[in-house]
């Protein structure tokens, strides 16, 4: 990012994001999930949250734009356990991203990431990770019954949604950084942790039950 998108990213976050919000960033991902998977035909195809090693949702990413722009968020990411094919105790991400552009004015979106395969998985749990530099990404398909058929969908490690204004589609997020959010996870989890400790051996708190069950509920179980 650049240093003045990332000035505005800083500013504009600690305005809208206080220390000790993580659980209600908790509830409002699970419901995302909910919703999004709710929709009869506006869905993240089944077929390919079935196949998902991990889900990130990030609910709520600010986008402020004047003269250049920048976008920030605060999400979570769970992974699915190999032997049981359930859902990790979430760890805490953000996200960051330039944009240029002469627009002046304020926009939320929330966002959803499906990481397709382990590799992926991997390479997100560094301690910084750049979408489409370290890992290959593409908006994903949107219906309940759509499968990924294009090449560059079968082929991405990651596949990316938004949802502004009620509107639901696959988006492109090449260049937005994914790092740890240590702050949520001390919160959470009572220490800073890493996130790739989080999901291979964190104890979810009673908070992060309800999007665990969300997850559970819209997903089968791998074999």
Request: charge should be neutral; include cysteine; glycine fraction near 10%.
């Amino acid at each position: 990012m650049k240093p003045k998108y990332f000035a505005v990213a800083l500013l504009f976050s600690g305005v809208l994001f206080g220390a000790n919000d993580a659980v209600r960033r908790l509830h409002d991902a699970a419901q995302v999930i909910t919703e999004v998977m709710g929709a009869a035909d506006k869905a993240i195809p089944q077929d390919l949250f079935d196949k998902a090693e991990c889900i990130v949702v990030v609910p709520g990413v600010k986008k402020v734009a004047f003269i250049g722009g920048a976008k920030y968020g605060r999400g979570f990411i769970s992974c699915r356990h190999r032997a049981t094919g359930g859902w990790s105790a979430p760890a805490a991400v953000k996200v960051e991203g330039g944009s240029a552009g002469f627009q002046i004015g304020v926009s939320e979106t929330d966002v959803i990431m499906a990481v397709m395969n382990r590799r992926g998985a991997d390479k997100l749990l560094q301690s910084k990770f750049t979408l489409g530099a370290d890992a290959s990404v593409a908006g994903g398909p949107v219906g309940r019954t759509t499968s990924a058929d294009t090449d560059a969908q079968m082929q991405a490690e990651i596949l990316t949604w938004s949802r502004t204004r009620g509107v639901f589609a696959g988006i492109a997020l090449d260049g937005a950084t994914l790092r740890p959010d240590d702050e949520s996870n001390k919160d959470l989890y009572g220490t800073v942790t890493s996130n790739r400790e989080v999901i291979d051996h964190g104890t979810p708190p009673a908070d992060a039950q309800e999007l665990l069950a969300v997850l559970n509920k819209y997903s089968s179980h791998k074999s």
